[in-house]
């Protein structure tokens, strides 16, 4: 992201997308108008590819002027998560659990957020909004994965009976596979429940090399291999 400063040196001026880019050294650019009728405020936005000038991306918001800065946020928030999923995602992203699909996005987002404060309260909410995220998209791994993570902390934490814990995280977490068979977070999950329902070593170590396999610093990967390592005395 390129300062301020720097970017609206071009406001108003006729230059080529190219030029600018060149100027600034950058690979995208984020091109936009705001237009005023009575109490309604259009913002377009759209995002270009300066390489080539091909526009990867576009919206158009319509939002009251009741309050300005109110407006002003909720719009910069959902271009920058549109932006992360675009940059980051695609169809490309499916084999890793991404998602095109803002409002799932945002729900997994929110549902991320409550997993960390890791009360029995947080974990019920991040199961709801994930299960709607799901909903919306049904092929989003990482929302499959992050579900099956829920239901194992629900588990460690004695809130689920370990049997119907395990078996429903090793379901889950086999779903995500499926739909994202590169997702390395997932196969770590799937580990912890080898471990912990069959006391299966030899499928928890193959999952776990699967894992580090795809990702060799991912931290979920690692934890489950060091807890196989200490549980087999290495």
């Given at each position: 992201m390129i300062a301020r400063t720097s970017s609206f040196a071009f406001k108003g001026e006729k230059i080529e997308i190219a030029e600018i880019a060149k100027k600034l050294n950058v690979a995208h650019v984020?091109?936009?108008s705001v237009r005023k009728s009575g109490n309604t405020l259009r913002i377009s936005a759209q995002l270009i590819r300066t390489a080539d000038s091909t526009h990867l991306w576009s919206e158009t918001y319509d939002r009251p002027l009741d309050d300005i800065f109110k407006v002003q946020d909720e719009i910069a928030n959902a271009i920058v998560q549109a932006l992360q999923i675009r940059l980051a995602g695609g169809e490309l992203s499916r084999q890793k659990g991404g998602t095109q699909?803002?409002?799932?996005y945002q729900l997994y987002l929110r549902a991320k957020r409550a997993v960390n404060q890791n009360t029995r309260e947080s974990l019920d909410a991040a199961g709801g909004y994930l299960e709607q995220a799901i909903k919306l998209d049904p092929g989003y791994g990482m929302a499959w994965y992050s579900l099956a993570t829920v239901v194992s902390m629900k588990t460690d934490n004695v809130w689920l009976a370990p049997?119907?814990?395990?078996?429903?995280?090793?379901?889950?977490?086999?779903?995500?596979?499926?739909l994202s068979p590169d997702l390395a977070e997932a196969h770590a999950r799937l580990q912890w429940a080898y471990m912990s329902l069959d006391l299966d070593w030899p499928a928890a170590e193959a999952e776990g090399r699967r894992a580090l396999a795809i990702d060799p610093t991912n931290p979920s990967a690692l934890m489950a291999a060091g807890?196989?390592?200490?549980?087999l005395g290495r």
């Open positions: 984020l091109e936009g699909n803002l409002e799932a049997t119907e814990g395990w078996e429903r995280v090793r379901q889950l977490a086999q779903h995500a596979l499926q807890r196989l390592s200490a549980t």
